[in-house]
């Protein structure tokens, strides 16, 4: 069963989930130590502000810290009171309104207050309780005040200590977090990459390469992001909703419980934004993958797109790209912008509404009444619920495109692919057969019919034919881009199947038409960087071929810079350097694709003698467009529409005047016509 694109985001991360555990252990530190400081404000507030509002006894000495001295005399707060304490009296002290009053007796402090001349009347349920209370001056009160200073300067020092503390652990959780993505999404591009170099060339044949690097760089961006980013925020918040729920039911069950309400809310919502998301995102990436192909190719084709005038052609081909682009992100950041802020003010002005009803009319009356410290908790609490929760909406976007990339990228790495696998093999003698060759490139319409051919060691086989013929079919199928579907092809007897792809290569050369060299040095582009070929191999290479003519002429010679493709290179240069490639390498088996098709003249001399130097003692397949440069082979096979007409060498093909005549005849009297 194929597994889901989150499932297989999971299973990357799996991978490091140590480092990703350690990080999480640091997370729930932190929220545990900062989710302390609302009930270490509860605390104080409650016990030591507020706390003096309460019954007080009076003792008969000043013993203790806690005692208190009012008009001669020394009172201790009832929870101050130890057991072996001995109280010859009793005092209230109640708030009304911003007052307090000292009342020389035990009153409830339960119920609704009122001061009506003097007299301080308490109503609780249908009793009502009228005393006598002396209002306290602030010098009065003060007293009562100084035995908390301690214990609140304790408690707002272990609260600082314990945001330290969190930080710590913070720094911890963020290090190790992005630690792990960036690990996590380094394995992800290393294995995108290496998978590129196992799937059948056809792949991108189909595809243009711009659309491939977007994969490799674009959309594992994005996962980065993913990984970076969005499931940090999505753990941080989730691990501070689960610590700030457990708060709310710890002060009170009823609200924390409407508070749940929250969860299914964002659920759904997050369901709603993953399908209108995913449907914008997938328009985006794949449209962001055909702007990359369109610069690339438009890069490459410059010259030919000035040359026919066709600038404005290609900017409104462009242009419809990004206007697609363009409509698509204003539908994203719409669909952003109506309901996730909103959502959240929405759903946090509920909350408050409804917290404000339910202590308003509920708890704070006769019955029951909840204290300032809980009021306090509460709402820090709620308003540090809404904090993850808008952290998570916002994401939502950078979530939806890393899915949706996620998505583009295990969508090639399913592609079929092969292992490398690069044990060495005896070099080959050279013995090349076709047996009953037949290939399609698409299963249907077949390029090559029943191909049967035999190349011995050492012999050089040319092959011939107009355009669309095969000839860089069997080239291809030799060099096993492809597999036939029928027939079979064997070196020395073995059949190329029976090997891998890297093995069939390791003993055989290519030279391209138009030869490809790499940014690099001209040196480097010898040896491919390979450490068995030295440098001095590498010239050695460079000077049979005849390449050292123009390189001494170089300013750094053979460590001459090359520019990607060799642009500052003739045609006739790279394809010498491509020669000294083939040679240093040292190949049995060598494959010369119309090596000399796009070469003038006087260059090609140049080249017939580095050809012959490379030909020499090695299998030679030459692909030909130039009859007179073949005219040696030991064989010419003439291809026509996939099938072999004629065979033989250069004298016997005059001879029978048949396709292969026609051509030279065809090409000697273009021939004269240019000399003449």
Known sequence: MKKT?????????????????IGLVCLVIAVSLELAGPFIAKRIIDEHINGIETTWYQVAEMDDRYTVSYEGSYY???????????????????????????????????????????TITIQTGEQEISVQGERLSLSELYPFFQPEQRPIMYLLVLYV?????????????????????????????????????????????????GKIVARITNDTEAIRDLYERVLSVFITSFIYMAGIYIALFILDIRLALF?????????IWMKVYKYFGSKYNKVVRSTISEINGNINESIQGM??????????????????????????????????????????????????????????????GIESIVTVGVLYAFVDYLTRLFEPVTNMVNQLPLLEQARVGAGRVFELLDETGEEPIHTAIDKYKGHVAFESVSFSYNDEEYVLKDINFEILPGQTA?????????????????????????????????????????????????????????????????????????????????????????????PENYDEPVKEGGSTLSMGERQLISFA????????????????????TETESIIQQALEVLKKGRTTLVIAHRLSTIQQADQILVLDHGVIKERGNHNQLLEEEGLYYQMYQMQKGQLNRKVM
């Open 5 to 21: 694109t989150e499932r297989r985001l999971f299973d990357y991360a799996m991978q490091f989930k140590k480092v990703i555990l």
């Open 76 to 118: 201790k707060r009832a929870d101050r009171l130890e057991a072996n304490d001995k109280h010859i009296g009793s005092a209230t002290i109640l708030q009304v309104k911003r007052a307090y009053y000292f009342i020389p007796e035990e009153v409830t402090l339960e119920g609704k207050r009122e001061l009506k001349d003097g």
């Open 161 to 209: 200590a314990l945001l330290l503390i969190a930080a710590f652990f913070q720094f911890g959780k963020t290090y190790n977090l992005q630690k792990a993505s960036n690990r996590i999404v380094q394995k992800m591009r290393n294995d995108v990459f290496a998978h590129t170099q196992k799937v059948p060339i056809n792949y991108y044949i189909n595809r243009p390469a």
């Open 259 to 267: 508070c749940l309400l929250l969860i299914p809310i964002i659920y």
């Open 303 to 364: 010259p030919i797109i000035q040359a026919f005038r066709k600038e404005k052609q290609i900017k409104e081909e462009f242009e419809a790209l990004n206007t697609r682009h363009f409509t698509y992100q204003r539908k994203l950041v719409k669909l952003s912008a109506l309901t996730s802020h909103n959502l959240v003010n929405v759903l946090r002005n509920i909350a408050f509404v409804t917290f404000i009803w339910y202590f308003g009319s509920q708890s704070l």
């Open 462 to 554: 040319a092959f011939v034919g107009h355009t669309g013929s095969g000839k860089s079919s069997i080239m291809n199928l030799l060099f096993r881009f492809y597999d036939p579907q029928k027939g079979k092809i064997t070196i020395d007897g073995v059949d190329t199947q029976s090997l891998s792809r890297q093995q069939i290569r390791s003993h055989m050369g290519i030279v391209l038409q138009d030869p490809f060299l790499f940014t690099g040095t001209i040196l480097s582009n010898v040896t491919m960087n390979d450490p068995d070929i030295s440098r001095e191999m590498a010239i050695s290479a460079l000077e049979a071929v005849g390449a050292d003519k123009f390189i001494n002429k170089l």
């Open 581 to 600: 490639r083939a040679l240093a390498f040292d190949p049995s088996i060598l494959i010369l694709d119309e090596a000399t098709a796009n070469i003038d």
